[in-house]
């Protein structure tokens, strides 16, 4: 009989899988906004106990393992598909892995189930603020705000990397406006700074 698959294992198949620290710490990131909205899903479909721990864990796993095959096979042929395929034999259910299809345009498949469209919504998003966290004066996810990260998504020049047409979209998919997915992601990430690399400067020399 094996071990129910959670956040434990998710973790460990991305360390495993990648070597990088900021696509780690990405995974990390997403994780944690991600896992958020599945605590408000729980609650809002009236989950106890365990049933809401285990409901709540696919939503932080599916975070920590979206991208886990994107160091070794960073092309649209293979990501996500072959982590999806790794993570079928080790035995995630679906549910997980329809969201990680799902995250990637490319892949056709639409994002239906909550978790699909907050794992889309996250991704992005994560990114961002991790971002904005970085050119703050002490690099803290904790001096970053709502109003700030908003000003930041109309300067073009800021992080182009990140798509804020994903962001908005994303914020739309949760039936919720930008700034209220922007206040979940970032007050879920404030309370993980540490964890998440992201409490400042001065915090890691003391
Ligand atoms: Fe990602």
């Not at 996810?141 to 962001?167: H, Q, S």
Request: hydrophobic share 40%; proline share 2%; aromatic share 6%.
């Amino acid at each position: 009989m094996s071990e129910r698959l959670g956040r434990a294992q998710a973790l460990m198949t991305l360390q495993e899988w990648t070597k990088g620290d900021s696509l780690r710490k990405h995974g990390m990131a997403v994780s944690v906004c991600t896992e958020a909205y599945g605590v408000m899903e729980a609650e809002r479909l009236g989950l106890r106990g365990t049933d809401a721990d285990e409901f709540v864990d696919l939503y932080a796993s599916a975070g920590l393992l979206h991208d886990m095959d994107y160091e070794r096979h960073p092309t649209q042929e293979e990501h996500p598909f072959v982590g999806v395929n790794h993570l079928r034999e080790v035995g995630w259910p679906e549910s997980v892995l329809q969201a990680i299809l799902a995250h990637a345009d490319y892949s056709g498949v639409a994002r239906e189930s909550h978790l699909e469209r907050a794992l889309f919504a996250c991704d992005e998003l994560a990114g961002f603020l991790t971002a904005c966290a970085l050119v703050k004066p002490n690099k803290s996810i904790l001096e970053v705000e709502v109003a700030g990260v908003k000003k930041k998504m109309k300067d073009k020049a800021f992080a182009r990397a990140v798509k804020r047409e994903d962001i908005t979209g994303g914020a739309e998919l949760l039936g919720l406006t930008v700034e209220e997915h922007v206040g979940i992601c970032l007050r879920a990430m404030q309370a993980r700074a540490e964890e998440l690399g992201l409490a400042g400067v001065a915090s890691v020399e003391t």
